[in-house]
């Protein structure tokens, strides 16, 4: 059983910067994988960015390429989403999940992931 708890959301301007945490409680936390999600109102989840276990491994959306990087302290055992150059279509409830690594299914769909967090408003003004 895991437990996820993401903080680190609020409102910010066009071309600001926000950190998100997502706090990984129980299970064995080496064995699982963690993503980010987001999803805006009247729209689907959608994939955001990865990492696997060691935080050596991580892979992010053409959306947010070159301006979000998603890293992993596992002495704290928290993962970070540090977003960079934000932008109003950056507007949604940001989710972080987790799965278990090496089930051979896509670290892009949400469907692949078991526990989830409660989510975190970012919003971007123009």
């Known amino acids: 059983q895991v437990q996820l708890v993401e903080s680190g959301g609020g409102l910010v301007q066009d071309g600001a910067s926000l950190r998100l945490s997502c706090v990984v409680s129980?299970?064995?936390?080496?064995?699982?994988?963690v993503g980010w999600f987001r999803q805006a109102p009247g729209k689907e989840r959608e994939f955001v960015a990865t990492?696997?276990?060691?935080?050596?491994?991580?892979y992010s959306a053409d959306s947010v390429k070159g301006r979000f990087t998603v890293s992993r302290d596992n002495g704290k055992r928290t993962v970070y989403l540090r977003m960079n150059d934000l932008k109003p279509e950056d507007t949604a409830v940001y989710y972080c999940?987790?799965?278990?690594?090496?089930?051979?299914?896509?670290?892009?769909?949400?469907?692949?992931?078991?526990?989830w967090g409660q989510g975190t408003q970012v919003t971007v003004a123009s």
């Open positions: 129980g299970g064995t936390y080496s064995d699982y994988t």
């Open positions: 999940a987790a799965r278990r690594a090496g089930i051979g299914t896509s670290v892009s769909a949400s469907s692949s992931y078991d526990y």
């Open positions: 990492i696997g276990q060691s935080g050596g491994s991580t």
